[in-house]
């Protein structure tokens, strides 16, 4: 009965050190108004200047966004007031933005659904308001912060693809290294623009929806509104286009105000700012920021490495992981086994130390060490966890771990003799059920031969001797 049109305005935190247009200090978490200067403060007089790796972050995520990069992009500034943008305007790129009419792939239930990106354009954000009872407290940290904002167009229709295109893109930008994509946090913000209409009447009348601090609130955000908005045409109604704010607790969303229109913040170019223009050099270094994308290199791991979609989306979900997973494949192990151990001893070993890869002192050079000892028969599979584990502890290489501590199997013929006649002596009860046919009480002989070897004897070569000298 109703179409249902969505639309995206997804705000990132880059990546910088210092604030967009001063050199403050661009830091989650420091003492609230400690990192603030005349210029983020907006004092009469003072001039802005442009962060050079904000441009080339901004213009990174616009090319991965397969967006049409301005070659000479302005700044404007947006008016309005709030008590959290202290000089009463926001300097941002309306008229010139950094990228335009790009397109993103997501993936939802299997398919691909493509999004056409409206715009991406750089702007400051604004300070942070604490309320604590009856009062308001301000925090200026944030204000003059690099935000850069990726606007949709309405080709979104559920709140699950919603959902999936603010994974999806969290995972890019991290992958880009411009954005920790942290929400709780609010490095990644999204604001939601949803209408509906009756089949085939086009765009109805939208509500926008803020205060949305993670992927899932973000679907059940929109289905909510639609819901809404389906009973007020239902009753005879008219939707208003408004602002609304999401209770996460409640699970509803509630009027904030009458949505604004693009001529209510009188835009004009910023006077203070000249235009920016690329050339040859910062585009090779916006160029060098490019990555294989997630999806991508989810797609590319199952169509050729034949891995299930579950480990590929596991493997990309994290930057460092995939290019150490990469790394290691190039030694020539099968991709299945390699992928295994990353979804496997790798994940448990790090999450039980509570780090990322790229923290955690394990390389591909390691991995590949332990990998190929194990499969050569020189380390017992069982020791793998205990290897990985010392190497995030103790940050030494494979060789030196299993040398230290001896665990490195041994083949010696003589010497497996020796622990096998040792057992057999010591366990003659053992060894008369076995001939009088309970089998099962070999797996109690071998556990005994890995114990008197400390776990240095080959398991099948041991049960072989074992076998032989029992005469099965």
């Given at each position: 009965m109703y179409d249902t049109f969505i639309g995206l305005e997804i705000h990132i935190h880059l990546l910088t050190k210092s604030k967009q247009f001063c050199g403050c200090r661009a830091h989650f978490g420091d003492e609230p108004n400690s990192n603030t200067c005349p210029v983020c403060l907006g004092y009469p007089g003072v001039l802005p200047a442009a962060n050079k790796e904000s441009m080339e972050m901004s213009y990174a995520v616009a090319k991965a966004l397969k967006c049409t990069l301005a070659k000479k992009c302005y700044f404007d500034r947006k008016n309005y007031f709030y008590p959290d943008m202290a000089k009463n305007y926001q300097i941002t790129q309306f008229h010139e933005p950094a990228g335009i009419n790009g397109s993103f792939d997501i993936e939802v239930d299997g398919e691909i659904k493509t999004i056409k990106i409206h715009d991406v354009h750089l702007e400051e954000d604004a300070g942070k308001m604490i309320h604590s009872g009856k009062a308001s407290l301000l925090d200026y940290n944030r204000a003059g912060s690099s935000l850069l904002e990726i606007v949709t167009e309405p080709d979104l229709r559920t709140g699950a693809e919603a959902e999936a295109f603010i994974r999806e893109f969290r995972r890019v930008v991290r992958h880009l290294n411009v954005c920790d994509g942290n929400m709780e946090e609010g490095s990644l913000r999204c604001d939601a623009n949803v209408s509906i209409n009756y089949t085939g009447k086009g765009l109805g009348t939208k509500t926008e929806v803020k205060n949305l601090n993670s992927a899932r609130f973000v679907r059940k955000a929109l289905e909510y509104e639609i819901k809404r908005q389906s009973k007020v045409i239902d009753g005879g109604g008219r939707v208003i286009q408004e602002t609304r704010l999401w209770d996460g607790d409640k699970g509803v969303t509630a009027s904030m105000r009458t949505k604004e229109e693009a001529n209510d913040y009188r835009y004009f170019p910023e006077p203070d700012m000249p235009p920016f223009v690329t050339d040859e050099d910062f585009m090779s270094r916006v160029e060098k920021r490019m990555v294989e994308l997630p999806l991508s290199r989810k797609?590319?791991?199952?169509?050729?490495?034949?891995?299930?979609?579950?480990?590929?989306?596991?493997?990309?979900?994290?930057?460092?992981?995939?290019?150490?997973?990469?790394?290691?494949?190039?030694?020539?192990?099968?991709?299945?086994?390699?992928?295994?151990?990353?979804?496997?001893?790798?994940?448990?070993?790090?999450?039980?130390?509570?780090?990322?890869?790229?923290?955690?002192?394990?390389?591909?050079?390691?991995?590949?060490?332990?990998?190929?000892?194990?499969?050569?028969?020189?380390?017992?599979?069982?020791?793998?966890?205990?290897?990985?584990?010392?190497?995030?502890?103790?940050?030494?290489?494979?060789?030196?771990?299993?040398?230290?501590?001896?665990?490195?199997?041994?083949?010696?013929?003589?010497?497996?003799?020796?622990?096998?006649?040792?057992?057999?002596?010591?366990?003659?009860?053992?060894?008369?059920?076995?001939?009088?046919?309970?089998?099962?009480?070999?797996?109690?002989?071998?556990?005994?031969?890995?114990?008197?070897?400390?776990?240095?004897?080959?398991?099948?070569?041991?049960?072989?001797?074992?076998?032989?000298?029992?005469?099965?």
């Amino acid at each position: 009965m109703y179409d249902t049109f969505i639309g995206l305005e997804i705000h990132i935190h880059l990546l910088t050190k210092s604030k967009q247009f001063c050199g403050c200090r661009a830091h989650f978490g420091d003492e609230p108004n400690s990192n603030t200067c005349p210029v983020c403060l907006g004092y009469p007089g003072v001039l802005p200047a442009a962060n050079k790796e904000s441009m080339e972050m901004s213009y990174a995520v616009a090319k991965a966004l397969k967006c049409t990069l301005a070659k000479k992009c302005y700044f404007d500034r947006k008016n309005y007031f709030y008590p959290d943008m202290a000089k009463n305007y926001q300097i941002t790129q309306f008229h010139e933005p950094a990228g335009i009419n790009g397109s993103f792939d997501i993936e939802v239930d299997g398919e691909i659904k493509t999004i056409k990106i409206h715009d991406v354009h750089l702007e400051e954000d604004a300070g942070k308001m604490i309320h604590s009872g009856k009062a308001s407290l301000l925090d200026y940290n944030r204000a003059g912060s690099s935000l850069l904002e990726i606007v949709t167009e309405p080709d979104l229709r559920t709140g699950a693809e919603a959902e999936a295109f603010i994974r999806e893109f969290r995972r890019v930008v991290r992958h880009l290294n411009v954005c920790d994509g942290n929400m709780e946090e609010g490095s990644l913000r999204c604001d939601a623009n949803v209408s509906i209409n009756y089949t085939g009447k086009g765009l109805g009348t939208k509500t926008e929806v803020k205060n949305l601090n993670s992927a899932r609130f973000v679907r059940k955000a929109l289905e909510y509104e639609i819901k809404r908005q389906s009973k007020v045409i239902d009753g005879g109604g008219r939707v208003i286009q408004e602002t609304r704010l999401w209770d996460g607790d409640k699970g509803v969303t509630a009027s904030m105000r009458t949505k604004e229109e693009a001529n209510d913040y009188r835009y004009f170019p910023e006077p203070d700012m000249p235009p920016f223009v690329t050339d040859e050099d910062f585009m090779s270094r916006v160029e060098k920021r490019m990555v294989e994308l997630p999806l991508s290199r989810k797609f590319r791991y199952i169509n050729d490495l034949k891995l299930l979609p579950d480990t590929a989306d596991f493997i990309v979900e994290n930057i460092n992981m995939a290019v150490i997973f990469d790394e290691v494949l190039k030694s020539g192990l099968e991709p299945k086994l390699v992928a295994n151990w990353f979804a496997g001893d790798v994940q448990s070993q790090l999450k039980r130390a509570d780090l990322d890869i790229e923290k955690s002192n394990i390389s591909s050079a390691r991995l590949i060490e332990l990998i190929n000892m194990i499969e050569e028969g020189r380390l017992q599979r069982s020791k793998g966890k205990d290897v990985l584990m010392q190497i995030i502890q103790d940050n030494k290489d494979v060789s030196d771990i299993v040398k230290e501590n001896g665990w490195e199997q041994v083949f010696d013929e003589s010497e497996m003799d020796n622990w096998v006649d040792e057992v057999i002596a010591k366990n003659s009860p053992a060894v008369d059920q076995i001939k009088d046919g309970n089998l099962k009480i070999l797996s109690f002989l071998l556990g005994q031969i890995m114990k008197a070897s400390k776990g240095k004897a080959d398991p099948k070569k041991a049960r072989t001797i074992l076998e032989k000298k029992l005469g099965l």
